[in-house]
């Protein structure tokens, strides 16, 4: 049987795929890297999707809201947001390309 919605919620995504799905957002340009304007954090009021790992952030977890220098605002999980933080700083990445042997 599958867990149901209880206890303590969906949002039990392992680390390494938030990060993987963070990194795509960075890649493709949903989440700016560095880029951040105003962000605030509180406690959610309604249940909704973290613009991070995808599952649903619950009435009374903490949530950040944070809105981009190009006016796109996200909401996400404090840790997404801490996981996004790290992805973006450079030496938190693996090298992006390995050229030793390529012609
Ligand atoms: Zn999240």
Partial sequence: ???????????TLPEPIIRERLRRLIDSGVLPPGGLGCLWEWTCH??????????????????VEVTT?????????VRCLEL?????????RPLPERRRGLA
Avoid at 46 to 63: D, F, N, V, W, Y
Avoid at 69 to 77: E, I, K, Q, T
């Fill in 46 to 63: 309604h249940q909704h999707a973290c613009s991070g790992c995808g599952t649903a952030i619950i009435k009374g977890e903490i949530e």
């Fill in 84 to 92: 996004w933080a790290e992805e973006t700083r450079p030496h938190a």
């Fill in 1 to 11: 049987m599958m867990p149901a919605f209880s206890g303590d919620g969906p949002d």
């Fill in 69 to 77: 220098r190009s006016g796109v605002v996200l909401l996400l999980h």
